[in-house]
C-alpha cells in the first residue's frame, strides 16, 4: 500500500472526508461524523487556494472553490426518493436528536411490520447462535441470514436509503436504550450481561428481506454503504461474526469513510491471524491502511510496519489527535510509557477539552505512578464533563492509586452508569475487587470485559488471577492461556501460565511455558534495545530460578544446577558491573524479587509492579546483580557442590554469600562444613 | 458551596499542622492558639453578644489578611522567621491538587494514635513515638482535624477540585508576597503541573481547568453550609431576641451568600419570615413561614407543629387577626399537652396571659373554656409550672404580671415589691439579661405610684447604662419613653426630645419598633406644644397620634388624658367631658387601674372647677383621693388633694386649704412634676390672698397679719411662676402673672403692678406669637 499522495489526491481525500462528515451527521452517526470531521481538519493544507485563514478575503473566495463533487446523490433513483421524502426527513431527524428514537422510526414505517415475521418463524426454528444466552421466553430465531435458502420478503414501504437508515437505526437505539433500561443497577440482579435489543430479531429479518429483494431487482451494488452498515452491526450484536464481517467488509466497498464500520469490523477481529485473513477483501484505500495501523494497535502489533505506516499517515494528517493517540497506545503497549505520555501531553495542551482516550492516558501515567500528573489529568477531564466515562475511568484510576479502591470501584461504576459497553472501566473494576478481595465480583467484571472485547489481555488476565486466588487451576490456566494467546510476547503471561502449570502438578509443561517466557524476556529486551540505544540479552533470573526449581522436582539435578548456573550468570549480565550499579540497585531488586514471589501482585495491570516496573525495563543492560533470587541460586549451587565433593566451589560460593551478606548465617555454616569435611577427607 | 469544607479551613489546617511541628515559639504560642480557637470553636450567641459582630464575622471568612495580620508580628523558634512566613512556605507547598489530597491523607498524623493503632504498633515492634507533638482526639484542634478529615474523605472528586480551586484562589493574593521571599524556587502561582508543562496562566488548558483565578467573582467556595447554617441561627437568635430586623448589610451580604449555594438551608425562609413580619410585611412573612414549615416537615415532621402554630399565633395577632390568633393558640396548647412539651405549653399558657391582659374582648373563648380561670389562677398555674419545668425566665415574667396586676388593682404595695425583689432576684442568680428590662420597667413604674421620682428616674437610667445594648428594642423603646416622660415632667423638653431622636432609625426598621418611636416623640412634642399653648401644631399632633393604632391600654390611656388636657386648656369643657365619659365606659374590669381611675375622677372635678361648678366636684375629689390613699397611689393622692383644696377655696375655706396643701407641698416638690406643683402653689396665693381679705374686711385696716398674708402669697406666687415657667406654659404663667400685678395693686404699690401688668401683656403677646 504505496502512498504517494499528490495534490489531486488530497483534493479527493478533502472532498471524501467532507462527504463523509456531512452524511454521516445526516443519518445521526455522530461519532463517524467527528471522527471524519477531525480527520478533515487534520489534513495537510492545499497549497493552491489555501490562503491566509486569517485573510479576511478568504471568506469572499471560498464559493470560487471546486464544488465537492461527493455530496450530490449519485444514484437518480435515490435523489428522486429523498427529494419526495425531505420534509418527512426533516422531522425524522428533529425526532432523533430530541432522543424520541420510536417517533423518529415511526416516521417513516408503518406500525406493524409484523406479518412476514409470523411467516418465517415456523421455517426456521433452530436457534443458531449458541453463544448468545437466552431468556427463556419463546422467541423467534434471530437474524436469518440469506443463504438460509427461506424466502424472506422486504416489509418496508419503498424510501430512499437514507430515510430507511434513520428509521431503522432510531429503531435499533430505541431497542439498545430498553435494553439498557432493563439492566438497571451495574452489576445488579438484572445486569447478567443477558439482556438483548428486543428489536434486533426484527431488524435482522426486515434488512434481509429487503437486500434480497434488493438482489433479485439487480441493485445488490447500487446500495450506499449504511445499511450495509447497519445490517453488520444488527448480526453483530446477534454473535453472528461470519454474516457481519461480510456485511460489514461490504459496507466498507461501498462507502470506505465511514469510519463506524472500520470500527465494528475491527471489533470483529480477535487476533493478527483474522486480519490477514480480511486483509484480500478490503478495498485498497487510505482508510484501509488507517483501519490496518488501527487494528494493529489494538491487537498489540508494535511492530516497525505499524510504526512505518503511521508516521506516513502522519504526513497526510499531520495535526491528526486520533492518530497521536494511536502512536501513543503503540509506544504503550511496547511499554515506552515516557513517549508515550509525551504525546498525550501534547495532545492535552492543544486540545484541553478533548477527553477521548484519556483513560488510556490515565493507565500509562497510573503505571508510571505519576500521582500528581494523574490528578491533573483527572482535574482537566473534571473540568469539562464530569459525567463521562472517561472522565470517571481517569478518577478512578487516581483514587486507585491512592490505594482508597471504595471510591474507585463508585469512579468506575458510574462510567459503567454512564456506559455499559465502556470497555476499560470493565477491566478496571476487575482489578479494584481484586483488591479488595472481592474475587466474584472481580470474575464478574473481567467477564462482562472480556464479553465486550475480546482482544482485552488485561481482562483474561485478571480472570486467571482471581481463579488462581481461589485455587481453581484448571481455570485460570484456560484464561491465562488466553491471555499469553494475545500478547505471545509478553514473559508475565507465559510466566502466569507457568506458575499455573507449576501448581498443577505439570512440571514438563510448566518449564517449557516458562522457557517461554524466557525467550519472550529477551524478545522485549531485543526490542528495547532499538528504541533505547545500546542494550543487552538477559535472561530473567527470577524465571531461571523457577526453571531449575521445577527441574529439581523432576530429580533432573544436572539440569537444575545448569540453571542455577544461568541465574548466577545474570547477576554480571556477562559484564563486570559497576560497584556503584550493584550497590544502588540493590534495593529495587530486592522489591522486585519480593513482588516477584507472589505473581499476584506482580502482574497486576499486566506489566507494573508497584512502580519499579520502569527500572525493571532498564536494567537488565546492566545485569541484575545480587539478588535474594541470586543469592539463593547461590546457595543452592553452594550446598550442590558440597553434596557432589566440589569443595572449592562450594567455599568460594559461600565466601560470596557471606560477602554479600544475604544468608550469612547458612553460608557460615556451609563454609565450616566444608573445614571440616576438608579436614575430615 | 460545599458542606464544610472552605478553602480557610485548608488554612486553618495548615497552621495546626505549623503548630504541631514544634516551630511556634513559647512565647507567641498562645496567641496563634487563641487565634485558631477563636476561628474554630462556635461562640455561643449569649456570651458572644457583648463583641459579636468583629468575632462572628471572623467565624465563617477568614480571609488571608487576617491571617498575615495575626502571624507576621509573631516569630518562630526558627530565627528570623516569623510564623507567617512558615504558614506561607506550607500553604504554598500544596502545590497541585494531588498535594491537597496527600495533605489530606495525612493530617490524621498530627493526631494521637487511637488505642487500636497503639496497640498495633506494639504488635509490631514500634516504640510508641516521644518527639513530635500530637492533638489530643478530643481537643478543639484535635476534633476539627478529624472533622476536616472526615468531610474530605466524603468529597467526591469534582467537589475536592473546587475546593482545590477555592483555595488557589484563595491564597493568590500572597503570590508576590512569597514568590519575592523565596526567588529561587520555581513556583507556580496556580498548579505545578502547569509549570512542568512549561504552560502559563492564560494557556489554553489553564483556562480550561481554572477559568481565570484572578477575577474574584464567583468566589462560591469561601463558605460552607455549615458555616451559613451557623450564621442564620445566629442571625434569628439575635431577631427573636431583639426583635429588629436584619441589618442592610447583612441582608445583601445573605443574598450574596445565598445565591452562590445550591444547598440552602431551611432556616433561610425563617430569616425571612422574622424579617418579613417585623417589616410588616404580612403576605411575604405568612408566605415565608408556610415556605419554612414545608422545608423542615421533612426532617422533623409533626414533632414542631406546635411551634410552628405558636409562631403563627403571634404572628396573627401582630396582624391585628386577634380571632385566628386565639384559635391558633388554643390549638397549639392542645397540641403541646398531647405531645407533653412543657416548655412550648408554658410559653403558650404565658402568651395567651398577656394577650388577654391586652384585648379581654377576644378572650371569651378562652374563658369559656376555663383553661387559664381568671388572672390570679392563671399567674399561679404559670408560676408553679414554670418552678417545675425549671424555666426561670417564664418564672420571672409571671412573678413580675403579679407584681403589676396587684398595683393596679391597687393592692398591698408590699407584696408587690416582694415579688418585683424576687423577680430581680431571679434575673440576677440566673443570668437572665431578657427579663431584667421588664423588671426595670415595673420598677418604674411602681416608683412612680409612690411618688419617689428620683428612684423611677434611676431605673430607667440603670437600664439605660447597663442594659440597653442588650434588651429586646420594645423594652429599650417604653423605657426610654419613661425616661423621657419624666424629663419633660420636670419641662426638660427639649433634653427628652434629644434623647428619643438619639435612638437611631437603623435601629427602627421593624414597623411596631417605628410605630412605637413614632408614638413616643409625637406623645413628647404634643405635651411640650399644648403647654406652649400652640393650637396649631396641637391639633396636627393629636390626628397623627389617634392615627396610630398603637395596641396598648397603658398609652392609648396616656393620650386620652392629653387630649382631654388639651381640650380643657382650649376651653371646650363640655366637650372634654364627653370625651371623658367615653374613655370610662371603655374601661373594663380587666384592664382596670386605680392610678387611671384616680386620674379620672380628678380631671371630671377639675372640669367642673373650670366650668365654674366646682362644688360638684367635691365628692370626686374625695373619691379620688380616698381610692389613691388606700392604694398608696401617691401622685394621684397629692393631685386630689389639690383638686380637693380648689373645692375647698370655692367655699371659701381658705385656712383649711392653706393648710392642706402646705402639708403635701413637700411630697409635691418631691415628685418633680412641675405641673402639679404650680398648681399647688398658686392655690397656695389663693389661700393667703384669701386670709388676707378675710383679715381685712374683719379688721378694715391693714393689720400686720394681713401684709404676712399678702407677702406670702407673694412669695408663692414667685415659685408658682417658676415652675410654669420651667414647663413653659404661658397660660399659667399669664395667670400668675395677672395674679402678681393684682396683689401689687392691692398693697398700692402702683410702679410695680404697672410692671408685672406689662409684663403680662408681653407674655400674652408671645403666646399670640406662638398661636
Given at each position: 500500500m504505496a502512498v504517494n499522495f499528490t495534490e489531486e489526491n488530497i483534493r479527493e481525500?478533502?472532498?471524501?472526508?467532507?462527504?463523509?462528515?456531512?452524511?454521516?451527521?445526516?443519518?445521526?452517526?455522530?461519532?463517524?461524523?467527528?471522527?471524519?470531521?477531525?480527520?478533515?481538519?487534520?489534513?495537510?493544507?492545499?497549497?493552491?487556494?489555501?490562503?491566509?485563514?486569517?485573510?479576511?478575503?478568504?471568506?469572499?473566495?471560498?464559493?470560487?472553490?471546486?464544488?465537492?463533487?461527493?455530496?450530490?446523490?449519485?444514484?437518480?433513483?435515490?435523489?428522486?426518493?429523498?427529494?419526495?421524502?425531505?420534509?418527512?426527513?426533516?422531522?425524522?431527524?428533529?425526532?432523533?436528536?430530541?432522543?424520541?428514537?420510536?417517533?423518529?422510526?415511526?416516521?417513516?414505517?408503518?406500525?406493524?411490520i409484523s406479518p412476514i415475521s409470523l411467516s418465517t418463524t415456523s421455517p426456521n426454528p433452530k436457534s443458531r447462535h449458541s453463544l448468545t444466552p437466552q431468556k427463556g421466553k419463546t422467541k423467534a430465531p434471530q437474524f436469518t441470514a440469506g443463504k438460509d435458502g427461506s424466502v424472506t420478503r422486504n416489509p418496508y414501504p419503498k424510501l430512499s436509503q437514507k430515510s430507511l437508515f434513520l428509521a431503522l437505526y432510531a429503531k435499533y437505539l430505541a431497542g439498545e436504550k430498553r435494553k439498557d433500561e432493563e439492566t438497571e443497577m451495574v452489576l445488579g440482579p438484572a445486569d447478567g450481561g443477558m439482556t438483548v435489543n428486543r428489536e434486533l430479531p426484527d431488524l435482522a429479518r426486515g434488512l434481509d428481506g429487503w437486500f434480497t429483494e434488493r438482489d433479485e431487482q439487480g441493485l445488490a451494488d447500487r446500495g450506499q454503504g449504511w445499511l450495509e452498515y447497519l445490517y453488520g452491526v444488527i448480526l453483530l450484536k446477534g454473535r453472528n461474526e461470519a454474516e457481519a464481517k461480510k456485511w460489514l467488509i461490504r459496507s466498507v466497498h461501498l462507502n470506505p469513510f465511514h469510519w463506524g464500520a472500520w470500527q465494528e469490523l475491527n471489533d470483529l477481529l480477535a487476533s493478527t491471524e483474522d486480519l490477514k485473513q480480511i486483509v484480500d477483501d478490503l478495498p485498497q484505500n487510505i482508510m484501509t491502511l488507517i483501519f490496518h495501523v488501527h487494528c494493529s494497535q489494538e491487537l498489540y502489533q508494535a511492530t516497525e510496519d505499524t510504526y512505518q505506516s503511521l508516521s506516513e499517515l502522519e504526513t497526510i494528517f499531520p495535526t491528526s489527535a486520533f492518530l497521536k493517540t494511536q502512536k501513543a497506545l503503540l509506544y504503550y503497549h511496547s511499554k515506552d510509557f515516557e513517549e508515550a505520555s509525551h504525546i498525550f501531553t501534547d495532545i492535552l495542551i492543544s486540545s484541553p477539552h478533548r477527553l477521548d482516550s484519556l483513560d488510556h492516558y490515565s493507565n500509562i501515567l497510573y503505571v508510571m505512578g505519576a500521582r500528581p500528573q494523574l490528578a491533573f489529568i483527572a482535574q482537566v477531564a473534571t473540568a469539562t464533563d464530569?459525567?463521562?466515562?472517561?472522565?470517571?475511568?481517569?478518577?478512578?484510576?487516581?483514587?486507585?492509586?491512592?490505594?482508597?479502591?471504595?471510591?474507585?470501584?463508585?469512579?468506575?461504576?458510574?462510567?459503567?452508569?454512564?456506559?455499559?459497553?465502556?470497555?476499560?472501566?470493565?477491566?478496571?473494576?476487575?482489578?479494584?475487587?481484586?483488591?479488595?478481595?472481592?474475587?466474584?465480583?472481580?470474575?464478574?467484571?473481567?467477564?462482562?470485559?472480556?464479553?465486550?472485547?475480546?482482544?482485552?489481555?488485561?481482562?483474561?488476565?485478571?480472570?486467571?488471577?482471581?481463579?488462581?486466588?481461589?485455587?481453581?487451576?484448571?481455570?485460570?490456566?484456560?484464561?491465562?492461556?488466553?491471555?499469553?494467546?494475545?500478547?505471545?510476547?509478553?514473559?508475565?503471561?507465559?510466566?502466569?501460565?507457568?506458575?499455573?502449570?507449576?501448581?498443577?502438578?505439570?512440571?514438563?509443561?510448566?518449564?517449557?511455558?516458562?522457557?517461554?517466557?524466557?525467550?519472550?524476556?529477551?524478545?522485549?529486551?531485543?526490542?528495547?534495545?532499538?528504541?533505547?540505544?545500546?542494550?543487552?540479552?538477559?535472561?530473567?533470573?527470577?524465571?531461571?530460578?523457577?526453571?531449575a526449581t521445577l527441574y529439581e522436582r523432576l530429580g533432573d539435578e544436572e539440569e537444575a544446577a545448569a540453571y542455577m548456573e544461568l541465574t548466577l550468570q545474570q547477576e554480571t549480565g556477562h559484564v563486570a558491573p559497576e560497584d556503584d550499579y550493584t550497590s544502588s540497585?540493590?534495593?529495587?531488586?530486592?522489591?522486585?524479587?519480593?513482588?516477584?514471589?507472589?505473581?499476584?501482585?506482580?502482574?497486576?495491570?499486566?506489566?507494573?509492579?508497584?512502580?519499579?516496573?520502569n527500572?525493571?525495563?532498564?536494567?537488565?543492560?546492566?545485569?541484575?546483580?545480587?539478588?535474594?533470587?541470586?543469592?539463593?541460586?547461590?546457595?543452592w549451587l553452594a550446598r550442590w557442590a558440597l553434596r557432589h565433593g566440589d569443595l572449592e566451589r562450594a567455599d568460594q560460593l559461600a565466601g560470596e554469600l557471606c560477602q554479600d551478606g544475604v544468608e550469612v548465617e547458612e553460608a557460615k555454616a556451609l563454609m565450616r562444613d566444608v573445614r571440616a569435611r576438608r579436614e575430615g577427607g | 458551596m460545599s458542606r464544610y469544607l472552605t478553602p480557610s479551613k485548608v488554612a486553618l489546617l495548615c497552621l495546626i499542622a505549623i503548630y504541631t511541628e514544634g516551630v511556634v515559639s513559647n512565647s507567641s504560642a498562645i496567641h496563634v492558639l487563641s487565634f485558631l480557637i477563636s476561628c474554630l470553636i462556635p461562640l455561643d450567641a449569649a456570651e458572644s453578644s457583648s463583641s459579636s459582630s468583629s468575632k462572628w464575622e471572623r467565624q465563617g471568612l477568614i480571609d488571608i489578611a487576617d491571617f498575615e495580620d495575626v502571624l507576621s508580628s509573631h516569630a518562630?523558634?526558627?530565627?528570623?522567621?516569623?510564623?507567617?512566613?512558615?504558614?506561607?512556605?506550607?500553604?504554598?507547598?500544596?502545590?497541585?491538587?494531588?498535594?491537597?489530597?496527600?495533605?489530606?491523607?495525612?493530617?490524621?498524623?498530627?493526631?494521637?494514635?487511637t488505642r487500636e493503632e497503639q496497640i498495633q504498633d506494639r504488635n509490631n515492634g514500634l516504640a510508641p513515638e516521644t518527639g513530635s507533638m500530637r492533638l489530643s482526639r478530643c481537643s478543639p484542634l484535635g476534633a476539627f482535624v478529624r472533622r476536616a478529615q472526615l468531610e474530605f474523605t466524603r468529597l467526591q472528586f469534582h467537589d475536592s477540585v473546587k475546593l482545590w480551586r477555592g483555595f488557589v484562589r484563595y491564597r493568590l493574593p500572597t503570590y508576590h508576597l512569597w514568590a519575592r521571599k523565596h526567588p529561587s524556587e520555581e513556583q507556580a502561582a496556580v498548579d505545578i503541573n502547569l509549570l512542568e508543562l512549561g504552560l502559563d496562566q492564560s494557556s489554553h488548558l489553564a483556562q480550561a481547568i481554572y477559568g481565570n483565578v484572578e477575577d474574584d467573582y464567583g468566589d462560591e467556595n469561601a463558605i460552607s453550609t455549615k458555616d451559613v447554617e451557623?450564621?442564620?441561627?445566629?442571625?434569628?437568635?439575635?431577631?427573636?431576641?431583639?426583635?429588629?430586623?436584619?441589618?442592610?448589610?447583612?441582608?445583601?451580604?445573605?443574598?450574596?451568600?445565598?445565591?452562590?449555594?445550591?444547598?440552602?438551608?431551611?432556616?433561610?425562609?425563617?430569616?425571612?419570615?422574622?424579617?418579613?413580619?417585623?417589616?410588616?410585611?404580612?403576605?411575604?412573612?405568612?408566605?415565608?413561614?408556610?415556605?419554612?414549615?414545608?422545608?423542615?416537615?421533612?426532617?422533623?415532621?409533626?414533632?414542631?407543629?406546635?411551634?410552628?402554630?405558636?409562631?403563627?399565633?403571634?404572628?396573627?395577632?401582630?396582624?391585628?387577626?386577634?380571632?385566628?390568633?386565639?384559635?391558633?393558640?388554643?390549638?397549639?396548647?392542645?397540641?403541646?399537652?398531647?405531645?407533653?412539651?412543657?416548655?412550648?405549653?408554658?410559653?403558650?399558657?404565658?402568651?395567651?396571659?398577656?394577650?388577654?391582659?391586652?384585648?379581654?374582648?377576644?378572650?371569651?373563648?378562652?374563658?369559656?373554656?376555663?383553661?387559664?380561670?381568671?388572672?390570679?389562677?392563671?399567674?399561679v398555674f404559670l408560676k408553679a409550672k414554670a418552678k417545675e419545668t425549671e424555666m426561670w425566665s417564664l418564672l420571672s415574667t409571671t412573678l413580675l404580671s403579679e407584681a403589676k396586676l396587684e398595683l393596679q388593682n391597687g393592692e398591698s404595695l408590699a407584696s408587690a415589691l416582694e415579688n418585683v425583689v424576687r423577680a430581680s432576684h431571679l434575673n440576677v442568680t440566673k443570668g437572665l439579661?431578657?427579663?431584667?428590662?421588664?423588671?426595670?420597667?415595673?420598677?418604674?413604674?411602681?416608683?412612680?405610684?409612690?411618688?419617689?421620682?428620683?428612684?423611677?428616674?434611676?431605673?430607667?437610667?440603670?437600664?439605660?447604662?447597663?442594659?440597653?445594648?442588650?434588651?429586646?428594642?420594645?423594652?429599650?423603646?417604653?423605657?426610654?419613653?419613661?425616661?423621657?416622660?419624666?424629663?419633660?415632667?420636670?419641662?426638660?423638653?427639649?433634653?427628652?426630645?434629644?434623647?428619643?431622636?438619639?435612638?437611631?432609625?437603623?435601629?427602627?426598621?421593624?414597623?411596631?419598633?417605628?410605630?412605637?418611636?413614632?408614638?413616643?416623640?409625637?406623645?413628647?412634642?404634643?405635651?411640650?406644644?399644648?403647654?406652649?399653648?400652640?393650637?396649631?401644631?396641637?391639633?396636627?399632633?393629636?390626628?397623627?397620634?389617634?392615627?396610630?393604632?398603637?395596641?396598648?391600654?397603658?398609652?392609648?390611656?396616656?393620650?386620652?388624658?392629653?387630649?382631654?388636657?388639651?381640650?380643657?386648656?382650649?376651653?371646650?369643657?363640655?366637650?372634654?367631658?364627653?370625651?371623658?365619659?367615653?374613655?370610662?365606659?371603655?374601661?373594663?374590669?380587666?384592664?382596670?387601674?386605680?392610678?387611671?381611675?384616680?386620674?379620672?375622677?380628678?380631671?371630671?372635678?377639675?372640669?367642673?372647677?373650670?366650668?365654674?361648678?366646682?362644688?360638684?366636684?367635691?365628692?370626686?375629689?374625695?373619691?379620688?383621693?380616698?381610692?389613691?390613699?388606700?392604694?398608696?397611689?401617691?401622685?394621684?393622692?397629692?393631685?386630689?388633694?389639690?383638686?380637693?383644696?380648689?373645692?375647698?377655696?370655692?367655699?371659701?375655706?381658705?385656712?383649711?386649704?392653706?393648710?392642706?396643701v402646705e402639708s403635701i407641698m413637700p411630697q409635691v416638690l418631691e415628685f418633680e412634676d412641675c405641673d402639679l406643683a404650680a398648681r399647688a402653689y398658686s392655690l397656695l396665693v389663693d389661700a393667703n390672698?384669701?386670709?388676707?381679705?378675710?383679715?381685712?374686711?374683719?379688721?378694715?385696716?391693714?393689720?400686720?397679719?394681713?401684709?404676712?398674708?399678702?407677702?406670702?402669697?407673694?412669695?408663692?406666687?414667685?415659685?408658682?411662676?417658676?415652675?410654669?415657667?420651667?414647663?413653659?406654659?404661658?397660660?399659667?404663667?399669664?395667670?400668675?402673672?395677672?395674679?402678681?400685678?393684682?396683689?401689687?395693686?392691692?398693697?398700692?404699690?402702683?410702679?410695680?403692678?404697672?410692671?408685672?401688668?406689662?409684663?403680662?401683656?408681653?407674655?400674652?403677646?408671645?403666646?399670640?406669637?406662638?398661636?
Open positions: 481525500l478533502r472532498f471524501r472526508l467532507e462527504d463523509a462528515a456531512i452524511k454521516s451527521s445526516e443519518r445521526c452517526l455522530y461519532q463517524s461524523a467527528k471522527w471524519a470531521a477531525e480527520m478533515l481538519d487534520s489534513l495537510i493544507p492545499l497549497n493552491d487556494y489555501d490562503t491566509d485563514p486569517d485573510s479576511p478575503m478568504d471568506i469572499t473566495e471560498t464559493p470560487a472553490g471546486p464544488q465537492n463533487p461527493y455530496l450530490a446523490v449519485q444514484d437518480p433513483l435515490e435523489a428522486s426518493l429523498e427529494s419526495k421524502e425531505a420534509y418527512k426527513y426533516l422531522l425524522a431527524k428533529s425526532y432523533f436528536d430530541t432522543r424520541e428514537y420510536d417517533r423518529c422510526a415511526a416516521v417513516f414505517l408503518p406500525p406493524t464530569k459525567f463521562r466515562p472517561e472522565t470517571c475511568c481517569v478518577v478512578g484510576n487516581y483514587y486507585s492509586l491512592k490505594s482508597e479502591h471504595e471510591k474507585a470501584v463508585m469512579y468506575f461504576r458510574r462510567a459503567l452508569t454512564l456506559d455499559r459497553n465502556f470497555l476499560s472501566a470493565w477491566t478496571l473494576m476487575g482489578h479494584e475487587y481484586i483488591e479488595m478481595k472481592n474475587t466474584h465480583a472481580a470474575i464478574e467484571s473481567y467477564r462482562r470485559a472480556v464479553d465486550v472485547n475480546r482482544k482485552d489481555y488485561r481482562a483474561w488476565y485478571g480472570l486467571g488471577q482471581a481463579y488462581e486466588v481461589l485455587d481453581m487451576s484448571f481455570y485460570a490456566l484456560f484464561y491465562y492461556q488466553r491471555a499469553a494467546a494475545l500478547r505471545p510476547y509478553d514473559p508475565k503471561m507465559w510466566q502466569a501460565v507457568g506458575s499455573c502449570y507449576a501448581k498443577m502438578g505439570r512440571i514438563e509443561q510448566s518449564i517449557k511455558a516458562l522457557k517461554r517466557a524466557l525467550v519472550a524476556g529477551s524478545y522485549y529486551a531485543e526490542d528495547a534495545s532499538q528504541i533505547g540505544g545500546a542494550g543487552r540479552k538477559i535472561l530473567d533470573p527470577e524465571t531461571l530460578h523457577q526453571i540497585d540493590n534495593e529495587n531488586d530486592d522489591e522486585q524479587s519480593n513482588a516477584g514471589t507472589e505473581t499476584k501482585g506482580r502482574s497486576r495491570r499486566g506489566q507494573q509492579s508497584f512502580g519499579t516496573s527500572e525493571e525495563e532498564e536494567e537488565p543492560m546492566y545485569g541484575t546483580g545480587v539478588t535474594a533470587t541470586t543469592s539463593k541460586a547461590r546457595l | 518562630s523558634s526558627i530565627p528570623g522567621r516569623s510564623i507567617w512566613d512558615l504558614f506561607l512556605r506550607k500553604i504554598w507547598s500544596l502545590d497541585s491538587c494531588d498535594a491537597l489530597e496527600v495533605f489530606f491523607a495525612e493530617i490524621s498524623s498530627l493526631l494521637m494514635k451557623r450564621l442564620l441561627e445566629f442571625q434569628v437568635g439575635e431577631l427573636q431576641r431583639l426583635g429588629g430586623r436584619v441589618p442592610d448589610e447583612m441582608r445583601s451580604k445573605l443574598e450574596q451568600v445565598l445565591a452562590s449555594g445550591a444547598t440552602i438551608p431551611s432556616l433561610v425562609h425563617y430569616l425571612r419570615f422574622l424579617d418579613a413580619w417585623k417589616a410588616g410585611d404580612y403576605p411575604s412573612s405568612f408566605d415565608n413561614l408556610h415556605r419554612y414549615f414545608d422545608y423542615t416537615m421533612q426532617s422533623h415532621d409533626r414533632s414542631f407543629y406546635q411551634y410552628a402554630l405558636l409562631n403563627l399565633a403571634v404572628l396573627q395577632s401582630d396582624f391585628g387577626c386577634y380571632g385566628e390568633a386565639v384559635s391558633a393558640m388554643q390549638e397549639a396548647v392542645s397540641i403541646a399537652r398531647e405531645s407533653h412539651d412543657m416548655n412550648c405549653l408554658n410559653f403558650c399558657m404565658s402568651w395567651l396571659y398577656h394577650f388577654g391582659k391586652a384585648f379581654p374582648e377576644h378572650m371569651k373563648d378562652v374563658q369559656n373554656t376555663g383553661m387559664l380561670g381568671n388572672e390570679k389562677e392563671g399567674l439579661t431578657s427579663s431584667t428590662g421588664p423588671q426595670l420597667l415595673l420598677q418604674t413604674a411602681l416608683y412612680a405610684r409612690i411618688g419617689v421620682t428620683h428612684l423611677s428616674w434611676l431605673s430607667t437610667e440603670i437600664f439605660r447604662e447597663c442594659y440597653g445594648s442588650r434588651a429586646p428594642l420594645e423594652d429599650y423603646l417604653k423605657s426610654t419613653f419613661r425616661n423621657c416622660q419624666l424629663l419633660a415632667q420636670k419641662g426638660r423638653y427639649k433634653e427628652a426630645l434629644a434623647r428619643i431622636n438619639q435612638i437611631s432609625p437603623d435601629t427602627l426598621r421593624s414597623l411596631k419598633a417605628n410605630q412605637h418611636w413614632v408614638f413616643f416623640s409625637g406623645f413628647l412634642q404634643l405635651k411640650w406644644q399644648i403647654n406652649r399653648d400652640d393650637k396649631v401644631a396641637a391639633e396636627h399632633l393629636l390626628t397623627q397620634l389617634q392615627s396610630i393604632q398603637v395596641p396598648d391600654n397603658d398609652l392609648s390611656l396616656l393620650l386620652v388624658f392629653l387630649t382631654i388636657e388639651y381640650v380643657i386648656r382650649s376651653g371646650d369643657y363640655g366637650r372634654a367631658l364627653k370625651l371623658l365619659e367615653k374613655s370610662v365606659q371603655a374601661m373594663q374590669p380587666e384592664t382596670f387601674d386605680v392610678n387611671s381611675q384616680v386620674k379620672l375622677l380628678c380631671l371630671k372635678a377639675r372640669i367642673f372647677e373650670k366650668s365654674g361648678q366646682p362644688q360638684r366636684g367635691f365628692s370626686l375629689a374625695m373619691r379620688a383621693a380616698n381610692i389613691a390613699y388606700r392604694s398608696r397611689l401617691l401622685p394621684g393622692l397629692w393631685e386630689a388633694i389639690t383638686v380637693l383644696a380648689g373645692v375647698l377655696l370655692s367655699l371659701r375655706e381658705f385656712e383649711a386649704t392653706n393648710e392642706m390672698m384669701g386670709m388676707a381679705g378675710t383679715l381685712r374686711r374683719q379688721t378694715k385696716a391693714d393689720s400686720p397679719a394681713c401684709k404676712e398674708y399678702m407677702t406670702r402669697a407673694m412669695g408663692y406666687a414667685d415659685c408658682a411662676y417658676d415652675q410654669y415657667e420651667q414647663l413653659e406654659d404661658i397660660r399659667g404663667q399669664c395667670e400668675i402673672m395677672a395674679k402678681k400685678a393684682t396683689l401689687m395693686h392691692l398693697t398700692a404699690d402702683r410702679v410695680l403692678a404697672n410692671d408685672y401688668a406689662a409684663k403680662y401683656l408681653d407674655l400674652r403677646k408671645q403666646a399670640n406669637l406662638i398661636r
